[in-house]
């Protein structure tokens, strides 16, 4: 009876939604860059940190071999960071940590969750984009940058007296690289 009930719910609800798919995760690009707050009380690293963050379009090498090309990169456990005066204005040294991160909207497609002919993985005919409830639309690469001190202070956070002057460098970083991807169109 409890079946009954509970299909019939969800039969009425799709047919006043009329959708062919329900949204789980849904990821937007950036049309330009967008700050990221830090999470105080997290304890991994790279979200304790006020991060820049904007759309790759390539490869995450190809924004290396930028840095590698402009600026002093190495590279620690996975992480790229390069060091350097970039505000002319101060004397002072800021570290920028890079992150790759690749986000992916996903959806239950309610297609395959009524279909008879659903396969299981194991199944020789079983195709991951029939035969999968959850599935996968748009998938966006972002690159995320840091800037701390020594002392790893968050210089992007609210309240940072290099705040601004950090954000149109980062923001110039990024129309650099977009040009750089512009030129080099085989990279």
Request: hydrophobic share 35%; glycine share 2%.
């Amino acid at each position: 009876m409890i079946k009954r009930i509970l299909f019939s719910i969800l039969t009425w609800f799709l047919v006043c939604n009329l959708q062919s798919c329900i949204p789980v995760k849904t990821v937007k690009s950036i049309p330009t860059y967008k700050i990221v707050k830090a999470k105080s009380h997290s304890k991994k690293k790279d979200k304790k940190y006020t991060k820049f963050v904007f759309l790759n379009k390539k490869h995450a090498s190809n924004f290396v071999q930028f840095l590698e090309k402009n600026y002093k990169v190495f590279r620690y456990k996975g992480r790229i960071y390069f060091t350097d005066n970039v505000l002319r204005s101060t004397n002072k040294n800021f570290n920028l940590t890079v992150y790759f991160t690749v986000n992916e909207s996903k959806y239950i497609s309610l297609v395959n969750l009524f279909s008879k002919d659903r396969k299981d993985s194991f199944d020789p005919g079983y195709n991951k984009d029939l035969d999968e409830l959850v599935q996968t639309g748009h998938v966006y690469n972002f690159i995320e940058i840091t800037v701390t001190d020594d002392g790893n202070e968050d210089y992007l956070k609210e309240g940072s007296k290099f705040k601004n002057e950090l954000y149109s460098f980062l923001d110039n970083l990024r129309i650099q690289y977009n040009i750089y991807l512009s030129q080099n169109p085989f990279n």
